[in-house]
């Protein structure tokens, strides 16, 4: 019996999910990041088939017949379409388990929430993970997963700050003895970014941009505080009055103007959660500083920009992206010694 154990530990490989507005990835024990795709699925209207998942489905974002649609089946971090994710899910956990023999357990699975979700987005995500084929779920919030992902000392009594700037969430936490003991989660991130941008080209230009094309911009010339270089690119939509195509060039502060009502949000709610912070952990943030992680983390001048507001030194974590999945595998390397920061484990299905 006990070989048998040691066998199934071998092929069962548990996975960390980072279930992202805008990508999923997937972390497998003992191989580290093996999934890194959009959070996109293409669906056929009229037959329910499921035509394509991940980076083939967002190839096809604005580019689908009338009935074939490509969507993300979350937003704002939580699940909006629950068959859709449930599908994605089995997709990319299939992926990676592929089992050898019947007598296999299913894997364990651990899965980033936003710290705001409701019971019933808990539930909702539980149960997708759960009919995707887990064996175990548990949930871990995402500020918690970033923090562990970049390796910050969150079992310590001391302050640490990380705020986790995803696709449809951003994630601010002030974390002491393995606790969040202050946080925001708020719908303004990436996603968020895009929009601004889409709305600034329609307000100021009459042009109507794709969403790719919006993101694209904001990753090339996009900032949050100005810089001695200014960058230029060109804007390619639709004409609103004539309906033709249209170029326009803009530049990297036009861009950072379209962007500033989102980016001051973002940084008024890092310095309401620093309020709400006991003064003792204030003063440890003071030294060790703010950490930023998730892709909009990666938006140039962010961390100047939030420096000057806060009057904190504020450091990028190591490869921003991948925080949230890294800090999932490391909770499934030693899940025992980091279970207190689970949100709480459910159910445990028969194999």
């Known amino acids: 019996m006990l070989m048998l154990n040691k066998l199934f530990g071998y092929f069962s490989h548990d996975i960390g999910i980072d279930l992202g507005t805008a990508n999923t990835l997937v972390y497998v024990k003992g191989k580290g990041i093996v999934v890194n795709e959009p959070s996109v699925v293409a669906l056929n209207v009229r037959t329910k088939q499921i035509l394509a998942i991940g980076e083939a489905a ?9 009935n074939i649609v490509a969507s993300r089946p979350l937003v704002d971090g939580v699940v909006s379409d629950f068959e859709i994710t449930e599908i994605m899910l089995k997709y990319f956990i299939e992926k990676v388990h592929k089992e050898s023999f019947a007598l296999i357990p299913r ?45 910050l000392p969150i079992q310590e009594a001391s302050g640490t700050m990380i705020v986790d700037i995803g696709g449809g969430t951003t994630e601010v936490a002030v974390i002491s003895l393995g606790g969040i003991v202050a946080s925001r989660s708020l719908r303004v991130a990436g996603d968020e970014l895009n929009d601004d941008i889409i709305q600034y080209a ?36 639709r004409d609103l009055v004539t309906g033709l195509p249209k170029a326009i060039q803009v530049d990297s502060d036009q861009i950072r103007q379209a962007l500033a009502k989102s980016i001051s949000v973002l940084v008024d709610s ?18 060790n500083g703010i950490v930023l992680a998730g892709g909009g983390a990666l938006l140039k001048g962010l961390d100047v920009l939030i420096s000057q507001s806060t009057k904190m030194p504020v450091h990028m974590a190591d490869d921003p992206l991948t925080c949230v999945v890294r800090g999932t595998g490391l909770i499934l390397e030693d899940i025992d010694a980091l279970k207190t920061v689970l949100v709480k484990t459910h159910y445990k299905t028969p194999r």
Not at 58 to 66: E, F, I, L, N
Not at 109 to 128: L, N
């Open 202 to 237: 329609r307000d100021e230009f009459n042009l109507l941009l794709g969403e790719r094309t919006a993101e694209d911009i904001k990753i090339n010339i996009g900032s949050a505080y100005p810089s001695e270089k200014k960058s230029q690119t060109v804007m390619r939509g």
């Open 270 to 287: 890092i310095k309401v959660t620093i309020e709400e912070t006991p003064p003792e952990l204030v003063a440890d943030i003071m030294e």
């Open 107 to 151: 894997p364990r699975v651990v899965v980033g929430i936003p710290s705001g979700v409701t019971e019933v987005e808990k539930r909702a995500v539980e149960d997708a993970a759960k009919n995707a084929g887990a064996r175990e779920a548990f949930l871990v919030e995402e500020p918690m997963a970033a923090a562990i992902g970049a390796r």
């Open 58 to 66: 967002k190839k096809m974002v604005g580019r689908t017949p009338a």
